[in-house]
Protein backbone atom coordinates (compact mmCIF):
# COMPACT_ATOMS: atom_id res chain seq x y z
CA UNK A 1 0.00 0.00 0.00
CA UNK A 2 0.97 3.23 -1.46
CA UNK A 3 0.30 4.95 2.53
CA UNK A 4 1.37 2.44 4.55
CA UNK A 5 4.45 3.44 5.10
CA UNK A 6 6.55 3.97 8.67
CA UNK A 7 6.54 7.85 8.30
CA UNK A 8 3.56 8.47 7.43
CA UNK A 9 2.01 6.13 10.19
CA UNK A 10 4.09 8.25 12.56
CA UNK A 11 3.09 11.51 11.28
CA UNK A 12 -1.06 10.93 11.08
CA UNK A 13 -1.63 11.04 14.86
CA UNK A 14 -0.63 14.44 14.56
CA UNK A 15 -3.20 15.55 12.09
CA UNK A 16 -6.29 12.72 13.26
CA UNK A 17 -8.90 14.39 14.30
CA UNK A 18 -9.32 12.21 17.20
CA UNK A 19 -6.55 13.52 19.45
CA UNK A 20 -7.92 16.89 19.31
CA UNK A 21 -11.14 15.08 20.31
CA UNK A 22 -9.47 13.78 23.44
CA UNK A 23 -8.57 17.28 24.84
CA UNK A 24 -12.07 18.78 24.18
CA UNK A 25 -12.78 20.74 27.07
CA UNK A 26 -15.92 22.87 26.24
CA UNK A 27 -19.18 21.85 25.34
CA UNK A 28 -20.52 20.86 22.09
CA UNK A 29 -23.41 19.52 19.87
CA UNK A 30 -22.54 17.14 16.94
CA UNK A 31 -24.74 16.10 14.08
CA UNK A 32 -24.26 13.55 11.49
CA UNK A 33 -25.70 11.08 9.60
CA UNK A 34 -25.19 7.50 8.79
CA UNK A 35 -24.95 7.74 5.37
CA UNK A 36 -22.47 10.26 4.84
CA UNK A 37 -20.02 9.23 2.17
CA UNK A 38 -17.61 12.29 2.93
CA UNK A 39 -17.14 12.18 6.48
CA UNK A 40 -17.88 8.55 7.08
CA UNK A 41 -19.52 7.95 10.26
CA UNK A 42 -17.11 5.40 11.37
CA UNK A 43 -14.86 7.90 11.76
CA UNK A 44 -17.31 10.44 13.18
CA UNK A 45 -17.65 7.73 16.17
CA UNK A 46 -14.38 7.00 16.81
CA UNK A 47 -13.80 10.89 17.50
CA UNK A 48 -16.39 11.22 19.44
CA UNK A 49 -16.35 8.49 21.57
CA UNK A 50 -13.58 9.65 22.77
CA UNK A 51 -15.08 13.30 23.59
CA UNK A 52 -14.87 13.92 27.97
CA UNK A 53 -16.44 17.13 27.56
CA UNK A 54 -20.27 17.41 28.10
CA UNK A 55 -21.62 16.16 24.48
CA UNK A 56 -24.88 15.94 22.78
CA UNK A 57 -25.32 13.87 19.71
CA UNK A 58 -28.07 14.63 17.49
CA UNK A 59 -28.44 11.98 14.80
CA UNK A 60 -30.15 12.92 11.14
CA UNK A 61 -29.71 9.12 10.47
CA UNK A 62 -30.73 9.18 6.13
CA UNK A 63 -28.46 12.52 5.52
CA UNK A 64 -25.05 12.38 4.00
CA UNK A 65 -22.58 15.05 3.65
CA UNK A 66 -25.53 17.71 3.98
CA UNK A 67 -28.02 18.65 6.64
CA UNK A 68 -31.38 19.14 7.43
CA UNK A 69 -32.58 22.61 8.23
CA UNK A 70 -33.80 21.38 11.79
CA UNK A 71 -30.41 20.35 12.40
CA UNK A 72 -29.09 23.90 11.74
CA UNK A 73 -31.73 24.74 13.98
CA UNK A 74 -31.04 22.78 16.91
CA UNK A 75 -27.43 23.91 16.44
CA UNK A 76 -28.34 27.25 16.89
CA UNK A 77 -30.55 27.19 19.67
CA UNK A 78 -28.12 25.40 21.85
CA UNK A 79 -25.45 27.92 20.76
CA UNK A 80 -28.14 30.73 21.93
CA UNK A 81 -28.58 28.95 24.66
CA UNK A 82 -25.50 28.43 25.85
CA UNK A 83 -24.12 31.85 24.85
CA UNK A 84 -26.85 33.89 26.90
CA UNK A 85 -26.56 31.84 30.20
CA UNK B 1 -12.41 37.33 28.42
CA UNK B 2 -10.77 34.25 27.38
CA UNK B 3 -13.69 32.52 27.94
CA UNK B 4 -15.76 34.99 25.71
CA UNK B 5 -13.50 34.59 22.82
CA UNK B 6 -13.31 31.27 22.36
CA UNK B 7 -17.10 30.69 23.11
CA UNK B 8 -17.27 33.28 20.06
CA UNK B 9 -14.78 31.02 18.04
CA UNK B 10 -16.54 27.72 18.91
CA UNK B 11 -19.69 29.82 17.39
CA UNK B 12 -18.31 30.52 14.53
CA UNK B 13 -16.48 27.66 13.71
CA UNK B 14 -20.10 25.98 14.16
CA UNK B 15 -21.94 28.16 12.06
CA UNK B 16 -19.04 27.99 9.29
CA UNK B 17 -19.31 23.93 9.36
CA UNK B 18 -23.42 24.60 8.98
CA UNK B 19 -23.29 26.89 6.09
CA UNK B 20 -21.00 24.55 3.94
CA UNK B 21 -22.82 21.54 3.74
CA UNK B 22 -25.90 22.22 1.66
CA UNK B 23 -28.97 20.48 1.61
CA UNK B 24 -29.65 17.99 -0.90
CA UNK B 25 -31.93 18.71 -4.19
CA UNK B 26 -34.88 16.48 -4.72
CA UNK B 27 -34.51 14.42 -7.42
CA UNK B 28 -36.70 12.54 -10.08
CA UNK B 29 -35.95 8.63 -9.47
CA UNK B 30 -36.58 8.24 -5.32
CA UNK B 31 -34.57 5.09 -4.66
CA UNK B 32 -35.55 5.13 -0.57
CA UNK B 33 -33.10 1.98 1.31
CA UNK B 34 -34.28 1.47 4.71
CA UNK B 35 -32.91 -0.88 7.50
CA UNK B 36 -35.46 -2.60 9.47
CA UNK B 37 -34.08 -1.01 12.86
CA UNK B 38 -35.88 2.07 13.42
CA UNK B 39 -33.11 3.89 14.75
CA UNK B 40 -30.36 2.09 12.29
CA UNK B 41 -28.37 0.30 14.79
CA UNK B 42 -27.65 -3.30 15.74
CA UNK B 43 -25.43 -5.30 17.97
CA UNK B 44 -22.51 -7.11 16.45
CA UNK B 45 -23.20 -9.89 15.00
CA UNK B 46 -27.20 -9.73 14.38
CA UNK B 47 -28.19 -9.44 10.77
CA UNK B 48 -29.62 -5.90 8.71
CA UNK B 49 -32.12 -6.43 6.49
CA UNK B 50 -32.88 -3.43 3.75
CA UNK B 51 -36.26 -2.77 2.11
CA UNK B 52 -35.89 -1.02 -1.06
CA UNK B 53 -38.34 0.88 -2.95
CA UNK B 54 -37.47 2.75 -6.34
CA UNK B 55 -40.27 5.92 -7.23
CA UNK B 56 -40.47 7.48 -10.24
CA UNK B 57 -43.44 10.63 -10.43
CA UNK B 58 -43.42 9.06 -6.61
CA UNK B 59 -45.20 5.67 -8.12
CA UNK B 60 -43.21 2.58 -8.00
CA UNK B 61 -40.53 1.98 -10.80
CA UNK B 62 -41.18 -1.37 -12.47
CA UNK B 63 -39.53 -3.57 -15.22
CA UNK B 64 -35.93 -1.47 -14.46
CA UNK B 65 -33.12 -3.07 -13.39
CA UNK B 66 -31.85 -2.28 -9.66
CA UNK B 67 -27.66 -2.89 -8.76
CA UNK B 68 -26.88 -3.25 -5.35
CA UNK B 69 -23.71 -3.57 -3.30
CA UNK B 70 -23.47 -4.39 0.32
CA UNK B 71 -20.58 -4.13 2.92
CA UNK B 72 -18.74 -2.47 5.25
CA UNK B 73 -18.43 1.24 4.70
CA UNK B 74 -15.60 2.13 2.65
CA UNK B 75 -14.49 -0.74 1.76
CA UNK B 76 -14.91 -3.19 -0.98
CA UNK B 77 -18.69 -4.50 -1.41
CA UNK B 78 -19.20 -8.16 0.13
CA UNK B 79 -22.19 -9.01 -2.13
CA UNK B 80 -22.71 -7.26 -5.36
CA UNK B 81 -26.01 -8.12 -7.65
CA UNK B 82 -28.81 -6.96 -9.34
CA UNK B 83 -32.60 -7.34 -9.46
CA UNK B 84 -35.45 -6.65 -12.43
CA UNK B 85 -38.03 -4.23 -10.31
CA UNK B 86 -41.10 -5.54 -10.25
CA UNK B 87 -43.25 -2.44 -8.74
CA UNK B 88 -43.52 -4.15 -4.76
CA UNK B 89 -40.62 -3.51 -1.95
CA UNK B 90 -38.12 -5.86 -2.10
CA UNK B 91 -35.33 -6.94 0.69
CA UNK B 92 -31.84 -7.46 0.70
CA UNK B 93 -30.27 -9.31 3.21
CA UNK B 94 -27.09 -7.56 4.54
CA UNK B 95 -25.75 -10.09 6.70
CA UNK B 96 -23.77 -8.40 9.98
CA UNK B 97 -20.43 -7.29 10.86
CA UNK B 98 -18.45 -8.87 13.85
CA UNK B 99 -16.52 -5.71 15.07
CA UNK B 100 -18.41 -2.23 15.77
CA UNK B 101 -18.72 -0.47 12.75
CA UNK B 102 -20.71 0.09 9.69
CA UNK B 103 -22.43 -1.52 6.79
CA UNK B 104 -23.51 0.42 3.83
CA UNK B 105 -25.93 -0.64 0.92
CA UNK B 106 -26.22 1.18 -1.57
CA UNK B 107 -29.01 0.99 -4.64
CA UNK B 108 -28.51 2.20 -7.94
CA UNK B 109 -30.90 2.89 -10.98
CA UNK B 110 -30.23 3.79 -14.77
CA UNK B 111 -33.15 5.51 -16.13
CA UNK B 112 -33.21 8.14 -19.22
CA UNK B 113 -29.35 8.75 -19.28
CA UNK B 114 -28.88 9.27 -16.39
CA UNK B 115 -27.38 7.27 -12.78
CA UNK B 116 -29.46 7.85 -9.87
CA UNK B 117 -28.43 5.95 -6.24
CA UNK B 118 -29.95 5.57 -2.83
CA UNK B 119 -28.44 4.68 0.06
CA UNK B 120 -28.28 3.15 3.97
CA UNK B 121 -26.06 2.50 6.60
CA UNK B 122 -26.69 -0.29 9.46
CA UNK B 123 -24.32 1.09 12.62
CA UNK B 124 -23.24 -2.04 14.66
CA UNK B 125 -22.27 -1.04 17.67
CA UNK B 126 -21.14 2.36 17.02
CA UNK B 127 -20.45 3.47 20.56
CA UNK B 128 -17.55 1.65 20.93
CA UNK B 129 -15.83 2.12 17.79
CA UNK B 130 -11.87 3.08 18.70
CA UNK B 131 -9.58 4.86 16.89
CA UNK B 132 -6.59 3.02 14.87
CA UNK B 133 -4.52 5.79 16.16
CA UNK B 134 -2.26 5.72 19.37
CA UNK B 135 -2.11 9.77 20.83
CA UNK B 136 1.96 10.29 20.35
CA UNK B 137 3.38 11.55 23.87
CA UNK B 138 4.42 14.95 22.52
CA UNK B 139 0.88 15.58 20.75
CA UNK B 140 0.12 18.28 22.89
CA UNK B 141 3.67 19.99 22.26
CA UNK B 142 3.75 19.82 19.05
CA UNK B 143 0.34 20.60 18.07
CA UNK B 144 0.76 23.64 20.59
CA UNK B 145 -2.37 22.80 21.65
CA UNK B 146 -3.98 25.67 23.81
CA UNK B 147 -5.55 24.24 26.56
CA UNK B 148 -8.34 26.15 28.79
CA UNK B 149 -8.43 24.69 31.93
Known sequence: ?85 | MKDYLLKLLLGTCLLLSCSICAQIPEQMIKIIVSPDHDNWEYKTGEKANFTVQVFYHLNPLKEVKAYYEIGPEKMEPVKKDSIMLSGKPFILEGGTLSSPGFLRCVVSVDFEGHRYRGLATAGFNPSAIKPTVKQPADFLTKTMLCITT
Not at chain 1, 14 to 40: H, Q, S
Open chain 1, 1 to 85: MYHNIKEKLETIPYYDVVNFARELKVPGVYTWGFNDETCPPTSMYAAYNLISAPRILNLALETGHWVFPEQNAKMQNWLIEVLTK
